[in-house]
Nanobody
Framework: QVQLVESGGGSVQAGGSLRLSCATS?????FGWFRQAPGKEREGVAVINSDGTTRFAESVKGRFTISQDGAKNTLYLQMNSLKPEDTARYYC???????????????????WGQGTQVTVSS
């Protein structure tokens, strides 16, 4: 079993920045950040594999960065130029499998954190 604990959420004005962190109990091949807004389906935001290959949702490209610190077993999501439409609960997820191009689909991720709320006001 892998435990994932997110932190770093909060409220910020449009144009601001936040950095989310996800502490993992052990390292797996693929990690990702997902979000879910009220009344909407969960969507992939940014993912990274053990090689450091990343993928981003089109809506966050150029604004969000995903990174990992293997020594600290921590995953990060740096979010800049935040918009009100980024408001959602953000979840950290991990997958046991490796993909050359890590997937943004939530279906293949095996472990999930409880999430952290991000609210962006206009």
């Amino acid at each position: 079993q892998v435990q994932l604990v997110e932190s770093g959420g909060g409220s910020v004005q449009a144009g601001g920045s936040l950095r989310l962190s996800c502490a993992t109990s052990r390292y797996l091949y693929t990690f990702g950040w997902f979000r879910q807004a009220p009344g909407k389906e969960r969507e992939g935001v940014a993912v990274i594999n053990s090689d450091g290959t990343t993928r981003f949702a089109e809506s966050v490209k150029g604004r969000f960065t995903i990174s990992q610190d293997g020594a600290k077993n921590t995953l990060y999501l740096q979010m800049n130029s935040l918009k009100p439409e980024d408001t959602a609960r953000y979840y950290c997820a991990a997958a046991r499998a490796y993909w050359y191009s890590p997937p943004l689909s939530s279906d293949v991720y095996n472990y999930w954190g409880q999430g952290t709320q991000v609210t962006v006001s206009s």
